[in-house]
């Protein structure tokens, strides 16, 4: 990643005064091949990298910060000033009920965010309404109407005309109503979810422009799928160069996706990234931290928002009770380690929790694991602990050879696998005496990156 690379490149600058031209190229090679790594645009990188050259340039070396560690800094405040240091807010009229115009492509996640942000404000204390003027799949009506109701917002569904031919004008027709509905019902927020190409296309742009005139919103959120990285960024263009977008929001960051479509689209766009779009679930959304997708560029993790991941999926009491017995010294037992198993898949898939740990210090290659993460794999192990007697869960010595073919049978799965298990079982149980005994020193190895 980012990170390492960059301190690597930079061993050898140790002990000099300035960053000079010359041993800056190396380290501007590393950082153009890691953003490119992260999806971000070729253009962005260029501008990216041109700016960081020049702040880097003749900055004095202090004693402080190692060389290295100079330029790590100065890359991660730049990336974080381009996507803007603080929370974006969401814009609201003076006069309700305001209306957000959600935009973009078929698939990036239009229907599905425009229920995640409706949630979202009602949980905030909104009243919010939806609407889907998607007038040409009746699939995609149908599809808002079911997640409306899953999360008890409030819906104008609207009757489309069938003699009419469908088209803008009843897009504009329903919109309007459910405008006015929305305020005739004492809602303050209209989400109106839109039609998508597979591409920019003309009667779309159209369409959008003319909703725009129509609605005078708030808000026009472009929804990019974080995975198309590049793509997303001619799609964000195109639609910023038409309607001008208030911000964008990132969807489907639960997958592979490194984050750097949000560094290219603000770049692009200039407007702000305003939410992340984390899972198939409705309330798989948060709002967006710059600082905290430059630290999962960079590598250092994103621990931030695991910590709230963690603080409002598991279960206190029973967290610090394990730590404290597991780090206490009184060792962890199979038993312990099937309740972990419990609680982290919880949170969320395996790999969007390995993907938040830093790569680099005591977590190295654990977001590399990330991409060859067996998601059954988790339950597989559950059922092979499932498969002990209770016994054998608090002394795992007991298992002997026999015993692990009952269990490899018990639980459908090969001798091989019950033996992995307990392998693995056995460098965790190491690893936590370890930990428990010099957690000082792991501080200190993790405060020096
Ligand atoms: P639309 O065509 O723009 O309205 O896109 P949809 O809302 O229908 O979403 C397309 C697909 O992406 C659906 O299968 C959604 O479940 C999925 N999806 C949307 N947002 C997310 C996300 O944040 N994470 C994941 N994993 N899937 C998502
Ligand atoms: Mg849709």
Redesign the pocket.
């Known amino acids: 990643n980012l990170s390492e690379k960059l301190q690597r490149s930079f061993k050898t600058l140790r002990g000099q005064g300035t960053i000079t031209e010359e041993n800056i190229s190396d380290a501007m090679r590393e950082i153009r091949l890691a953003l490119l790594e992260s999806d971000v645009n070729l253009e962005v990188v260029k501008d990216l990298v041109e700016h960081i050259r020049v702040k880097a340039m003749g900055t004095q070396v202090t004693t402080a910060l190692s060389p290295s560690e100079q330029i790590v800094k100065i890359v991660h405040d730049e990336l974080v000033t381009l996507l803007g240091k603080d929370i974006a807010k969401f814009r609201t009229a003076s006069q309700p009920p305001s209306v957000v115009l959600m935009a ?11 229920a995640k942000l409706a949630q979202w404000l009602k949980k905030g204390g909104h009243r919010p309404m939806l609407v889907s003027v ?1 007038v040409y799949r009746p699939a ?1 009506r149908a ?1 808002l109407a079911v997640v409306a109701k899953s999360t008890g917002v409030n819906l104008y569904e609207g009757k489309l005309d069938e003699s009419v031919q469908n088209g803008t004008p009843e897009v504009l027709r329903l919109a309007k109503e459910a405008k006015k509905e929305a305020a005739n019902f004492g809602c303050d927020i209209l989400i109106v ?1 839109t039609a ?1 190409r597979l591409g920019i296309d003309a009667v779309l742009m159209d369409e959008m422009a003319e909703l725009k005139k129509l609605l005078n919103p708030s808000e026009i959120l472009f ?1 990019a ?1 974080a995975m198309t990285g590049q793509d997303a960024v001619n799609s964000a263009k195109a639609f910023n160069d038409l309607l001008t977008i208030t911000g964008a929001i990132l ?5 592979d996706a490194r984050g750097g479509a949000a560094l290219s689209i603000r770049q692009v766009t200039g407007a702000p990234i305003k939410f ?5 679930k409705p309330d ?2 948060e709002p967006f931290h710059p600082d905290r997708i430059v630290s999962r560029i960079m590598g250092h993790g994103d621990i931030a928002t695991l910590l709230e991941r963690a603080e409002s999926t598991l279960d206190k009491g029973k967290a610090e009770a394990f730590a404290k017995k597991a780090l206490g010294g009184q060792g962890f037992t199979l038993e312990d380690f099937r309740e972990q198993l419990r609680q982290i898949k919880k949170m969320g898939s395996m790999k969007s929790i390995l993907k938040m740990l830093p790569s680099v210090g005591p977590f190295a290659g654990m977001a590399q694991a990330a991409e060859n993460v067996d998601e059954s794999q988790f339950t597989r192990v559950e059922s092979i602990i499932n498969s002990m007697t209770n016994k054998e869960r608090q002394n795992a010595d007991l298992i002997n050879g026999s015993r692990r073919k009952r269990i490899a049978a018990g639980s459908g799965v090969t001798v091989a696998e019950v033996n992995n298990l307990l392998r693995q079982y056995a460098q965790m149980s190491k690893m936590f005496k370890t930990m428990g005994g010099g957690m000082g020193g792991g501080m200190k190895a993790q405060q020096r990156l």
């Open positions: 973009g492509l078929q698939g990036s996640g239009k229907t599905t965010t425009s998607d995609a599809q979810d998508g929804v799928d969807t489907k960051m639960d997958g992340l779009g984390t899972g198939e798989a959304f």
